[in-house]
C-alpha cells in the first residue's frame, strides 16, 4: 500500500506495565504539556482592537473609481460581469445628458451598478477585466449586516467619493497597467486589431 | 462569650461568606482565563480591564434570565435542590482557621469562626450532606438525564467519601485531635504533615477532586452524555446556585488540604521574621490564601488537561485502589507510631 507519511505504526494492544498502570507519570507529563501552553504566545488577534495586517493586494470590497476631475470612469461595459464567475455583478447602462460631462467620463454610464457581496467570491476578475481602470478591489472588509437586501451594494457604497479617495496606487502598478494595455496579449487586442 | 466577642463571630461570619463568595465568583472567572491560556487563547477581556467584570456581568445575566420550573417536577424539591447545595457549601467556611488571631485590649479574637472540638467531623459531615441538594435537585427534574446525573453523584460521592475518611483517619492519629485549629497549630514548629502523610494527602487530593465533581470525576455532569446531568432542567439563578456552590465547594477544599496537610496559616521562618503579632497575622493569612490559590490552580489545571473517566473506572479506582490503599496508610501510620515513638 502507498505510504502517503512515514509517521504510521504498528498498534498494538498489550498489558501495560506496572509504571503504566500507576497513571501518574502519564499525568505529570500531560500537565506539564498543558503548563507550558500557559507561557505560549496566544494565537488570537483581538479583532476590533487589533487587525490583522492585510496585504496591499488583498481583495476586499471593491471600489468604483473616479478620475482625476472626479468624474466617474466606469462606462457600463458589462465585462467584469461577464468575467465574474459568481454572477455577482448587475448593472443598468444610461447615455451622459449635456452637462453631465463633469459626473462621467465618456458617454455612455453605469445608472445602476450592484454588487452582491453574498454571491462575490472576491476573484479579483472583474478588476483584471476591467478596460477603463474603473473597478478595484480593495483591503477594505466588507461589513457585515442583519439583512441580505444589505449587502447588495450599490453605487451609492461602491463609488468613492470626490473628496474620499481611495488609494489603490499599490495594486495598480506600472506592471499590472503595461499588462492590461501592451497589445501583444489578445485579451488587449480590440476588434480593429485583430483585423491588421 | 463577651459582647465585643459575638460581635466580632458575627463580622467575622459575613466575612468568611462574603469572601468564600466573592472567591468562588472570581474563581469562574478564573477558570475560564486558565482554560483559555492553557489553549493559546485570550479568554474573557471584554468586560472591564482583563474581563474582571466577568463574573459579575454573567451574576445579573443569570438573575435576570427567565426562570423555568418544568410542569412534571416536583415544585418544592426542585427548588429545595439548589438552596440546599449551596447552604451546605457556605456551612463549611466555618471551621476553617484562616490566621493566628487578633490581639487586641488584652483579648485575642481568633481567625476563625467557630473552633469545634470534631472540627473535621463536622467538614465530612457537612460535605456528605451537599450531594442531598443534587439527589434531591435531579430526582425533582423529573427527567432521565438529571436521576443519571443524580445517581452518579450519590454514588460517586459515598464511594469517594469513604476513602477520604480512612486518609484523614491516619491524620488524626498522628494529631490525636480532630479540631482544625490544633492541627494546623501543631504545624507550627516542624514540618507541615503532607511529609509525614503523603500518600493521605494523595488520596485525600483525589478524593476531593471526586467530591467537588471536578473533572476528571465530573461525571454527575458531563455535557457530552448527560447533557449537563442534574442540572439539565435548571436554569436561572437555580443553575446558577448549582454551579456557585460547586465553585465554593472547590475554595473550602483547597483551603482544607491547605491546613491540614500544608501546614495551614504557618510558613517556614515565621517567628525568625520578628513580626509583632497583628502584622503576623495580616502575613499569614495572606500566605493561607496564596496556599489555597496554589490548589486552586492545581484543580483547574487538572480539569483542563485530564480526560473524564469512565464509570466503571471510576468506581474501580476508589473501591479497588483508593480504599486499600487508604487502609494500608493507616496500619503503615500505626506501625510508625508504634516502633518510632510519638510523631511530629
Known sequence: MMQLTNRSMQVAKKELTFMERLYFPAIIKGMIITLSHLFKRKATIKYPDQVRELSAVYRGQHVLKRDEAGAERCTACGLCAVACPAEAITMESAERKKGEESLYREEKYAKIYEINMLRCIFCGLCEEACPKEAIFLTDRIVPSSFTRGEEVFGKDKLVEGIDLRVDVTKRQTQEVLSFKTDKKHYHNQTFLDKKK | MTDSMLIYKIILCVIVFAVSLGAAAYMTWGERKLAAWLQDRVGPNRAGPLGLLQPIADGIKMIFKEEMI?????????????????????????????????????????????????????????????????????????????????????????????????????????????????????????????????????????????????????????????????????????????????????????????????????????????????????????????????????????????????????????????????????????????????LG
Open chain 2, 70 to 342: 418544568p410542569t412534571h417536577s416536583n415544585r418544592w424539591l426542585f427548588i429545595l435542590g439548589p438552596c440546599f447545595f449551596m447552604l451546605c457549601a457556605c456551612m463549611t467556611g466555618v471551621v476553617i482557621p484562616w490566621g493566628a488571631g487578633w490581639e487586641s485590649g488584652g483579648t485575642i479574637f481568633p481567625m476563625q469562626v467557630t473552633d469545634i472540638n470534631i472540627g473535621l467531623l463536622y467538614l465530612l459531615g457537612v460535605v456528605s450532606i451537599g450531594v442531598y441538594g443534587v439527589m434531591i435537585g435531579g430526582w425533582a427534574s423529573n427527567n432521565k438525564y438529571s436521576l443519571l446525573g443524580a445517581l452518579r453523584a450519590s454514588s460517586q460521592m459515598i464511594s469517594y467519601e469513604v476513602a477520604m475518611g480512612l486518609a484523614l483517619i491516619a491524620l488524626v492519629m498522628m494529631t490525636g485531635t480532630l479540631s482544625l485549629k490544633e492541627i494546623v497549630a501543631q504545624q507550627d514548629q516542624g514540618l507541615a504533615f503532607v511529609v509525614y502523610q503523603p500518600l493521605g494527602f494523595i488520596i485525600f487530593i483525589i478524593c476531593a477532586f471526586a467530591e467537588t465533581n471536578r473533572a476528571p470525576f465530573d461525571l454527575p455532569e458531563c455535557e457530552s452524555e448527560l447533557v449537563g446531568g442534574y442540572h439539565t432542567e435548571y436554569s436561572s439563578m437555580k443553575l446558577g446556585f448549582f454551579l456557585f456552590a460547586e465553585y465554593i465547594n472547590m475554595f473550602i477544599s483547597s483551603a482544607i488540604m491547605a491546613s491540614l496537610y500544608f501546614g495551614g496559616y504557618n510558613f517556614p521562618f515565621q517567628h525568625e521574621l520578628g513580626l509583632d503579632g497583628n502584622v503576623l497575622t495580616i502575613v499569614q493569612t495572606a500566605v493561607f490564601f496564596g496556599k489555597i490559590f496554589i490548589f486552586i490552580f492545581v484543580f483547574m489545571w487538572v480539569r483542563w488537561t485530564l480526560p473524564r473517566f469512565r464509570y466503571d473506572q471510576l468506581m474501580n479506582l476508589g473501591w479497588k485502589v483508593l480504599l486499600p490503599l487508604a487502609i494500608a496508610n493507616i496500619i503503615i501510620t500505626g506501625f510508625v507510631m508504634l516502633f518510632m515513638g510519638k
